[in-house]
Every structure is written in structure tokens, then in C-alpha cells.
């Protein structure tokens, strides 16, 4: 079975069943998508799937056959950072870091479909990836900011 | 897995160690801490911080310049989140006069020669490593000068030092960069006068908000942690877990799992049963089809341990006395109240998690662990080798909050890995964690106290019992020389000067396993005393902010809590009004050496339950290394000590700990984190600790603005009663 992972593809077994995270963690080393809890309650694993925020954790690799997969690893092009990274780093974001991939990647995709979030907009979409050190005020903050950046590339384009 | 270069030292002047076999030629100094260290060490017990183990001479930290003018310093501290690297790298760069740019950290590791005999704890690890540092720094420097002025033929005191080069200050052209200089400055001898350091006038970097070193990688999701780690031919391991709280194994067979497909070995001896295999569902199901047979534990409920935990005045071991307590309490018209705080998850988001290749003559182990000596001693009494010969070295740890001082995971994967003679990674699951190791322990605070005729304190007791802090983990001889858990009391004592004071602590042992959490036992005795604060003010008819500052002393801890609680009630605009609906609470603490304090603004929130909308937060660290990072770890342990406060209750039903999942043990999230607004003080040239000093006064502030909001006094923790 094929898997497109950040434009890049991968072949992997079909059976037995299993979730995206492990496979990509321990079957295609790229452990830049964390584990935190395997229930979906965290949103440590979070991924894109064709662009959609989803827990990488709960989505059979079946399912992901054939469809846009994005992890942290496919977020920079390059040396260029993604403008979530850009705003996470400026703010000085994550402490422990554990968290901050799932919070990257879903920022990222309420930007993408949301390029001027409001605040409530901001923690409607954020509330649901933990943060065990707290960093929440500058992931709030980070968030606003990376829409800000993210228009301001669009806008230059 | 790599190793680094193995590296000799000869010992020389002033207790420092030279090292020899630096890749390329370069020059390393090492300081081993030695004695003043050990006086730390007893002074940290005595504050209530880690136990102290066997101290070794090898040297505690190195530097080493290499040929082509890197500079590395080998950390003995871990980087949990708190920025460690990055301060430390700080104190190391400015008196070794380099660019920022010039300094890489990496994580030293537990085999010679570099060791860490206290771990990654108790805020420590700045206010224990800023002289020691500087002075190594400095020494490297002025070896590197002396070499310099012989090389180009003038005195040391003719040449400038910037950037990493020395050059002669009437002739900047001629100049030598620390590269150039390493190789053969390694073959001086240390000058046998201490050097004179950096005056704070002169600091560039330390007080510099500069960025943290680790956040490149873990932007792009490239810092390895534990569960990151990889080796070539690695297996997965899974371990048999007790079905209830205190049940042992009674049988262990392989029963079907070696069968299994993708099964490589299964370990089935009397206290331990696991299996290693191609993946880790694989060796998960592999568990279950072994033959166990497993004790009973006892049906254990909560309300049993609650029972036990239960503070009597006059009962535990007297820490702090002033005047005479006993005597000013006896009399009509004693205030008294009770407090209580429940068990508590660490929930740190990275499960333990290691990676241990057992090979026949050594054993190599990557583990997120904030006590890399320790992991290695535990895995060395497991497997009967020589500690020496186990080299653990630490990755970044996606949190710690003390329940990675211990680190179960990695014996695991040691005697999976012995078993298979193939490196084994074992990581836990979540539930893994809610129910194995050690939880935070629930304490018990009865608060009494008198009030002369004009409102002031007379006296002022608070007797608290606790489960084990740092006692479960110390033998017995030392537990009978302290008395009393000097982690659960920690922030027990009274900062306030009050003429008759009395402060006991009594260790409960417990049918459950408890230990240290971030703070130890700050959160809970600085929840008691400061909710008592403020009643008193109450009673006393006083504001409760005045009420706070007429108590604090004439010595300098007085001052900085004044300097603390006015600058705080000037950011939150204490004494004008709240906006309607909502009201604020203030509490304070001292802790490691830093001050704080906090404001906290609350509402009701319409469906129940508290709303915290805004905590202004001024901490004072004496000297603080990296402002924006003291400021980033106290909004860090005000939303930490938030998700306590207000939402987190671990308990035991039927022998087990009832919770699987955060399901149900939900932390906060950013609908209900504060917006925080941090001032950072700095009161001088001596830093303390910022890793958990701040989360002291949360519980307090949050519990004396819902007073002040609903009248209503809220003892226990969570704060869920409003």
C-alpha cells in the first residue's frame, strides 16, 4: 500500500491494522508526530490529511491510502519555515516541546481555512491540544501572529 | 548507537581537570564540584530538594574547545522544557567572552566521565551550577589568555578578549582565536590564583532575554526525546502490569508468546514478565498470551487513604519554631481551619519511554530521564553489572515534573534487551502511566492562629501531613535522622514575622506510591497558609494585600516580599474595582531562594465552576539569567498549578486508580488558561531557581479571589465547589 507523506512516497504493509502515528513513528522513522495519549484526547499526533486536521492516533492506515498526508517534518520548505513555525519560534513557544508538533499542525490548518481567526475562533480550534507546561497565552499569541504572517506571504505572492 | 570520544583528565591546580583526547586537538577543562558542591547538597536537603547519593570525583561539567574554535559545554542538566540549556549556556558564554553563536550544549551523559549525582530537580540547577560555571569559564579563559600573551610576545594584561580571540589592545590585528590557542593551551598548568570574574556591570549576555537553544529542533519537530530513539536491528518491548494496586507476580510462564509472530524473546522470572518483538503491537499482544498469575492487592478505596492523611497539631516533627506557639494558642478565640489537596497526575505528555542495548562488556541507554546517574545505577543492580560500564544519556524530555527522577522504563528495556541481545525501546502507554510509579501524595494542613487586640498575628501554627515526597525514595537510617519529609514540606514554613510560630510536618506512609511533583510539596502548604492569610485579614477586618505587607519582616526577605506584593498590586490595580461579576485574590511565597506573587481575577462561570480570566504574576529570582525564560516558566507553572487548582483529582476505586485516560483526568486547556501578565524583578547578582518557585501562590490567589467574589471559602483542592 502506498502512503504520500509531505510529497514524498512510501510503501507499507497492508495488514495487520494499525493507526497512521505508529507507522509513521516506528515504521518510517519520522517521530516528529508525537504520541501523548492514543485516545484522541490530546492532540499530540495531530496531522493533516489532505489538509484536514486529524489525530493520527485514531485514523486506520488503510484509510489514508492514496490521500495528502502532512506531518511537522513536511511543514518548512526547506530552510524556509512555515509561518506557524515563524510565529511559534518568535514567541518562543513551546518549553518541553512534546506538544508543539499537534499545535503546529493544527494552527496551521485553521489558518489555511481560516486566514483572519478571531480570538474565540483561535481557542475554539486550539482547546482541544494539551499542553502539559502551560505554554498556552504564547500559543495563543503565536496563533494570531502566524495569520498575520501567513496573510502578509499570501499578500507579497 | 554512538558514543562519545572517551576522554582522559589529569587533575590540576585548583581542583580543575584537564582533559586529554579532545577530537582534533583541542583543550577541555573540567571542574568537579567536589566540596562546595556537598555543602549545597546538605543545604538542598535541609531546603527540601533531592536526596543526596555517593559523589564521585569525576568532574560535574566540562567545557572543550576544539581546533577549529567551537566551543561545547557538556551539561550535566537536563532540558525539560524549563530552558536550562540555554541559561546555563548563557553563564558559560559571558565570562568565556563568546559570541552567542560561538557556544553549542550538549546533554553529558552518566558513564565517565562526566556525572550528575542529584539529577534534574528542586530548581536547582542555575542557583548550584552559577558559580562553579563561571569561575571554570573564567579559568579556561585566562589558560587561554596566558597562552595567548606567550605566543604573541606581551603581557596578559596587554591583551583584549572578544568574541572568542584575544588580540593586543594597542594592535587589534594581532590577535589568536581560541581555537588557535586550544592544543597547546591544554598543556599549561592552571594559574594558582582564582581568576577575577566579570563584574555585573560588564554582563552582555546573563539578564539577556536571549532565544532557547533547543527551539530550532523542536520547531521542526527534530529534538529527540525518549520515545524518539532509534538504533539499527532495534526491537519494541512490552511489560506485564499488575492488575491492581499492590498485586506481585505469583507465576510467570511464557505461556503462548513465544509462539506469536514477530516475537523475539519473552522474559518470564519472578518479579518482572515482558516480551520483545518486531513492533510493539506485536509484543503487546505477545504479554497477554503469556501464562501470569498474579496476587491479589488489597480492594483499596480512596477514602481509605484519605482517612490515613490527617494533620494533628502537636503530632508531627517541629520545623520552624519562634517564640512559643503552644502558649499563645491556648488561650479563647483561636482561629482555626483545615485544608486539603488531593493526589495529582504528572501527566507530563511524553510517556517514559527509553532505549537500552544491552551488549556483553557494556550497556548503552538513551532515555528521557531527568537522572541520568541514577537510571544508570538502577539498570546496572538489575542486569548485576558494574554501573560504570552503563552509559545513559539523556535526550530532551517532553516534561519531567519529578516523575522522571525515576525511571522504571529504562530496567525495562534493559532486561528485554539482555533477553534478546538487540537494542529494545520500550515506551509506556497513557494508562501505563495513570496507573504505575508514583502519583503526587494528598495532604492534610490544620491552620490555627491568634490575633493580638490591634489585628496583627501573634501566632501562627500549621501542622501538615502528607504522604512520602522524597522519604518512599530515601533509606529508612535517613528517614529516621530527618523525621519529617523534607519534600513535603517544602514551602510549609512561615515567611511572615509573626512572634510565635510553629510549623510540623508528619510523613504518612501510604498503601499507594507517591513522590515528588513539580513544586514538591509547594502548591499544597502555600494553598493553606496563604487561603489562612487571608481569612485572617478578613477577621481582622484588613485588606488582605496591606494585611500581607504589615507582615513581612525587616531582612531581605521581608523587603523582597514587599518589593513583590506592591509591584503587583500596582500592575493588577489592586484597591480599584473589579470589573461587575468578577473579583481578585492575592497570594504570595518564597521558594528556592525566589519570591512571588500573584493577583488572580475570577468570575463564576454560568454553567459552575470558576473562571479565571487574568493573573498578574511578579516574581522576583534574585538574578535572573534569561528574563523571557523565567517569565515563560512562571506562565508555565501558573497554568500547571491552574489545571490543579481547578480540575484535577486522581483516586483510587477498588484497588485501582480509577483513571485510564485524560478522559478522566482532563487538564486545562486554552479555554480556561488566564491571560498572564509576568513582571520579572531582579534584586541583585545571585540567581535562584524559576522552575517551580512560581506555581506557589496560584492555589491561594485563586481560592481568596472566589472568597472575595462569593464569600464562600474554598479549603480543598479542586476548587470545584462554587
Known sequence: MNLVINGQTYQVAKDPPRVLLWVLRDELGLTGTKFGCGAGYCGACTVHLDGVAVRSCQVPVSRVAGRAVTTIEGLARGEELHPVQRAFLEAQTPQCGWCMSGQMMTATALIAANPRPSEEEIIAAMDGNYCRCGAYARIRRAVARAAALARAATEAV | ?722
Not at chain 2, 581537570?17 to 536537603?45: E, F, H, K, M, N
Not at chain 2, 605566543?151 to 591583551?159: I, S
Not at chain 2, 481551619?337 to 488531593?342: H, I, L, M, N
Not at chain 2, 539482555?418 to 501505563?432: D, L, N, T, Y
Open chain 2, 1 to 722: 548507537m554512538s558514543q562519545p570520544p572517551a576522554r582522559r583528565w589529569r587533575v590540576s591546580r585548583r581542583g580543575f581537570l584537564i582533559g586529554a583526547g579532545v577530537v582534533g586537538g583541542g583543550l577541555a577543562l573540567g571542574a568537579t564540584l567536589g566540596l562546595p558542591w556537598l555543602r549545597l547538597a546538605l543545604a538542598d536537603v535541609v531546603d527540601g530538594a533531592a536526596p543526596p547519593t555517593i559523589v564521585t570525583t569525576d568532574p560535574a561539567f566540562w567545557f572543550e574547545i576544539a581546533a577549529d574554535g567551537r566551543v561545547r559545554l557538556a551539561m550535566p542538566k537536563v532540558e525539560m522544557g524549563q530552558g536550562i540549556h540555554t541559561a546555563l549556556a548563557q553563564i558559560a558564554a559571558e565570562e568565556l567572552e563568546l559570541a552567542w553563536e560561538q557556544i553549542e550544549v550538549v546533554p553529558s551523559s552518566s558513564a565517565g566521565p562526566v556525572a550528575d549525582n542529584f539529577g534534574t530537580n528542586a530548581s536547582n540547577s542555575v542557583a548550584s551550577l552559577f558559580a562553579p560555571l563561571r569561575e571554570t569559564a573564567a579559568t579556561m579563559r585566562e589558560l587561554l589568555r596566558a597562552e595567548a600573551a606567550d605566543r604573541l610576545g606581551v603581557a596578559p594584561a596587554a591583551l583584549r578578549v572578544a568574541n572568542g580571540a584575544f588580540f593586543v589592545a594597542d594592535d587589534p590585528e594581532r590577535r589568536l582565536s581560541y581555537g588557535e590557542l586550544a592544543a597547546d593551551a591544554a598543556r599549561r598548568e592552571v594559574p594558582a590564583e582564582p581568576p577575577v570574574l566579570k563584574p555585573s556591570t560588564a554582563w552582555t549576555l546573563i539578564g539577556a532575554s536571549v532565544p532557547r537553544v533547543d527551539l530550532p529542533a523542536k520547531i521542526r519537530g527534530a529534538a529527540t526525546y525518549g520515545y524518539d530513539a532509534r538504533a539499527e536491528g532495534m526491537l519494541y518491548g512490552a511489560v506485564a502490569r499488575p492488575p491492581s494496586l499492590g498485586a506481585t507476580l505469583r507465576r510467570a510462564a511464557p505461556g503462548e508468546a513465544a509462539r506469536r509472530p514477530g516475537v523475539v524473546a519473552v522474559v518470564a522470572e519472578r518479579d518482572f514478565a515482558g516480551v520483545a518483538a518486531e513492533s510493539r503491537s506485536a509484543a503487546a499482544a505477545a504479554v497477554r498470551a503469556m501464562d501470569l498469575e498474579w496476587t491479589e492487592g488489597p480492594p483499596l478505596q480512596q477514602e481509605q487513604i484519605d482517612a490515613r492523611v490527617r494533620a494533628v497539631p502537636g503530632r508531627g516533627v517541629v520545623i520552624q519554631r519562634a517564640g512559643n506557639a503552644a502558649a499563645a494558642l491556648r488561650g479563647p478565640g483561636v482561629i482555626t481551619a483545615e485544608y486539603r489537596t488531593p493526589m495529582a497526575a504528572h501527566a507530563h505528555l511524553e510517556p517514559q519511554a527509553a532505549l537500552v542495548d544491552v551488549r556483553p562488556d557494556r550497556v548503552l541507554a538513551r532515555v528521557s530521564t531527568q537522572y541520568p546517574l541514577g537510571t544508570a545505577q538502577a539498570i546496572a543492580r538489575a542486569l548485576g553489572r558494574d554501573a560504570r560500564t552503563v552509559e545513559v544519556v539523556p535526550t530532551y524530555l517532553g516534561g519531567g515534573f519529578g516523575r522522571r527522577m525515576v525511571s522504571e522504563v529504562a530496567v525495562e528495556a534493559a532486561r528485554l534487551s539482555a533477553a534478546a541481545g538487540r537494542p529494545v525501546h520500550v515506551g509506556w502507554s497513557r494508562a501505563e502511566e495513570f496507573h504505575h510509579g508514583f502519583v503526587r501524595p494528598p495532604t492534610h494542613h490544620v491552620l490555627r492562629a491568634a490575633l493580638g487586640p490591634d489585628g496583627r498575628i501573634v501566632a501562627l501554627e500549621h501542622s501538615q501531613a502528607s504522604g512520602g515526597v522524597i522519604f518512599p525514595f530515601i533509606p529508612a537510617p535517613l528517614r529516621a535522622l530527618f523525621g519529617a519529609d523534607f519534600g513535603a514540606w517544602r514551602g510549609a514554613c512561615i515567611s511572615y514575622a509573626v512572634p510565635h510560630i510553629s510549623v510540623s510536618a508528619e510523613h504518612v506512609p501510604l498503601p499507594i506510591a507517591t513522590g515528588a511533583w513539580r513544586g514538591l510539596g509547594l502548591l499544597a502548604n502555600i494553598f493553606a497558609i496563604e487561603s489562612f492569610i487571608d481569612e485572617l485579614a478578613h477577621i481582622a477586618g484588613a485588606d488582605p494585600l496591606a494585611f500581607r505587607i504589615a507582615h513581612t519582616g525587616d531582612d531581605e526577605h521581608g523587603r523582597r516580599l514587599r518589593a513583590v506584593l506592591t509591584t503587583v498590586a500596582e500592575r493588577a490595580g489592586w484597591g480599584t474595582p473589579a470589573p461587575a461579576g468578577r473579583a481578585r485574590g492575592v497570594a504570595c511565597s518564597i521558594d528556592a531562594g525566589t519570591v512571588v506573587a500573584h493577583i488572580a481575577e475570577v468570575s463564576r462561570k454560568p454553567e459552575g465552576g470558576v473562571r479565571v480570566h487574568t493573573v498578574w504574576a511578579v516574581v522576583d529570582p534574585g538574578l535572573p539569567i534569561n528574563p523571557d525564560g523565567v517569565a515563560a516558566q512562571t506562565e508555565g507553572n501558573i497554568c500547571m498549578g491552574l489545571s490543579s487548582v481547578l480540575f484535577e483529582r486522581l483516586s483510587v476505586r477498588n484497588g485501582r486508580i480509577a483513571a485510564d485516560n485524560f478522559g478522566a483526568y482532563p487538564l486545562l486547556t486554552m479555554r480556561d488558561a488566564p491571560a498572564i501578565e509576568v513582571t520579572v524583578l531582579r534584586s541583585g547578582d545571585v540567581p535562584y531557581g524559576a522552575g517551580e518557585p512560581p506555581m506557589g501562590p496560584i492555589g491561594a490567589a485563586v481560592a481568596n479571589a472566589v472568597f472575595a467574589l462569593t464569600g464562600q471559602r474554598l479549603r480543598e483542592l479542586p476548587l470545584t465547589e462554587v
